[in-house]
């Protein structure tokens, strides 16, 4: 790596993470997922939430599907996993499905795992941030919490991660 910032932070093994990708933005979380639930460390067991979001045209475009589909099935309780489809599925408004859309959908308990110290990692194409930054305000908004107030928490908490290309 060459940085810090998309790093797996291990001082806290039942720590909750988010994990949202667009394409090839996936690869980092299936690093950290193979450091979860495939690799054997003494000195990091996995006991937390692993939820990932992986936005793409249409699910021939699903990179590592099976091996996220397995996690599923061998750790339930440790492994959420949503796909956006957005050449396949609609949002609730009929329109296309995106990364942000499945944010929505699940916004109610995504503020309470942020509130609870979860970590959110973005990482695909900087295209992505500004639809993913306008719903999350609009959703802090509809909660009557401030998004920009909230956003500067979870930075001064190293609990915001985004990698963008």
């Not at 054997?40 to 990932?52: D, E, I, M, N």
Request: proline content about 4%.
């Amino acid at each position: 790596p060459s940085g810090k910032i998309m790093l797996l932070p291990e001082d806290n093994p039942n720590a909750t993470h988010i994990m949202i990708a667009t394409g090839t933005g996936i690869a980092p979380f299936r690093g950290y997922l193979r450091r979860m639930f495939m690799e054997s460390v003494h000195t990091y067991k996995f006991g937390g939430l692993a939820w990932l979001f992986l936005g793409v045209a249409n699910s021939d475009s699903l990179l590592y599907d099976d091996e996220f589909t397995k996690y599923l099935q061998d750790y339930p309780d440790n492994f959420r996993y949503d796909k956006a489809l957005s050449r396949e599925q609609k949002n609730k408004k009929g329109g296309k499905m995106y990364v942000q859309d499945k944010i929505e959908e699940y916004s109610d308990e995504i503020f309470k795992l942020l509130d609870g110290g979860a970590h959110i990692y973005f990482c695909g194409l900087k295209g992505m941030m500004p639809g993913i930054q306008e719903t999350l305000k609009r959703v802090a908004e509809q909660r009557g919490e401030s998004w920009d107030q909230k956003l500067s928490q979870l930075k001064k908490n190293k609990q915001w991660h985004v990698e963008v290309y």
